[in-house]
């Protein structure tokens, strides 16, 4: 798959929509989900234009692979949820429910997140 840069969390990385800013680095956003699944439901995005694991995996640079991981780690200390437990999910493609077409990490917590998926 392509990318496309008319995807809303692109629009949010120009600038064009706004977002609830968690933290932030060089290659690396993290904002509230505007549609909160738990107490604490913040999204976790590369800057670059990456569809998902595989295009972020074979062509991110290892900085920001790097910025990538540890934000995750940084997003749940800064709201509190490290201690606690929380969960981190990846949805890709059809069969996995992606959405919106930028890589993206749910950071899940502030309350039991609960089973990772129902039984079908
Ligand atoms: P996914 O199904 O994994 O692609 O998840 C996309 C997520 O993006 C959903 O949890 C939406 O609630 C969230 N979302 C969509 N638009 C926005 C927005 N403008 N700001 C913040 N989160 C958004």
């Not at 913040?42 to 990538?68: C, M």
């Not at 949820?81 to 959405?99: F, T």
Request: charged fraction near 25%; hydrophobic fraction near 40%; charge should be negative.
């Amino acid at each position: 798959m392509s990318y496309d840069d008319d995807n809303i969390f692109a629009k949010i990385l120009r600038g064009e929509i706004p977002c609830k800013k968690v933290a932030e680095d060089e290659h690396t956003l993290a904002f509230e989900d505007i549609n909160p699944l738990r107490a604490v439901h913040v999204l976790v995005i590369p800057k670059g234009p990456y569809v998902d694991w595989r295009d972020f995996a074979a062509t991110a640079s290892a900085d920001e692979q790097a910025a990538f991981t540890c934000m995750i780690a940084h997003v749940a200390d800064l709201t509190g949820i490290a201690e606690g437990g929380y969960r981190v999910a990846s949805n890709i493609g059809r069969d996995g429910g992606q959405e919106v077409p930028h890589l993206h990490m749910h950071v899940l917590g502030g309350e039991p997140v609960g089973p990772l998926v129902a039984r079908g």
